[in-house]
């Protein structure tokens, strides 16, 4: 776990049978992670609320509950959260900082047998972040390969980029999208195949699949 102004590398590790999360970076924190092999945890990766600048990558993620997630708190919710007022992450015992923007960057990984989503986003904007899922094997998840719900933000920006992923087998669908706002997430040059459905959409937001 990594909180606050701190940062974490990661490389060829064994991350396993964590009851929460098998890494996980919030409030700023940032993590690289690179060819660990993270399986049996309550959820593979947890990034957020708030994480800093992220590089998760050529990991095996595997029978975790959720193999990725990545959540960013609104704007509005920050703001008051943070304020002028010092807050301490209650588990570390140490102040946070409000964090700026930052990447997280998903790339080269294998997301294969979680129990429910092989990827999952909530409450992600470009305020706080921009997101960019490529080059992943996302393949026989329980659930659906790829999720992001309720990203939204005032200004019609590319925040959310799904880009040349194998999302294969994956039990209930490949993607199931929600939008809200006018957010905008760009779906490009992904291979398709053998899912329950391709996609399960609700849009209240543009977005772009290609």
């Known amino acids: 776990l990594v909180s606050g102004v701190g940062i974490a590398i990661v490389f060829h590790s064994l991350i ?23 399986c049996e945890n309550g959820g593979g990766f ?59 960057i998903i790339e080269k990984n294998e997301v294969c047998g979680n129990t429910t989503y092989g990827m999952y986003l909530f409450g992600v904007t470009s305020r706080l972040g921009v997101v960019a899922v490529r080059k992943n094997l996302i393949n026989e998840n329980m ?11 005032p200004d019609p920006v590319v925040g959310v980029v799904v880009e040349g992923n194998v999302i294969r087998g994956n039990r209930c669908g490949a993607m199931r999208l929600r939008f809200a706002g006018i957010r905008s ?26």
């Open 143 to 153: 659930f659906w390969g790829f999720g992001s719900n309720d990203c939204c933000d």
């Open 185 to 210: 997430h760009k779906i490009t040059d992904n291979v398709i195949e053998k899912n329950a459905v391709v996609f399960n959409k609700t849009e209240l937001a543009p977005s772009v699949i290609e």
């Open 46 to 104: 947890l990034l957020g609320p708030i994480p800093g600048d992220c590089l998760i990558q050529s990991n095996s993620i595997f029978m975790n509950k959720q193999g990725i997630e990545i959540s960013h708190t609104q704007p509005t919710n920050i703001d008051s959260l943070f304020g002028d007022q010092q807050v301490t992450d209650c588990l570390l015992s140490m102040p946070l900082q409000k964090p700026s923007v930052s990447a997280v």
């Open 16 to 38: 396993k049978g964590n009851k929460t999360a098998g890494l996980e970076a919030r409030y700023g924190g940032s993590l690289t992670a690179v060819q660990n092999t993270v």
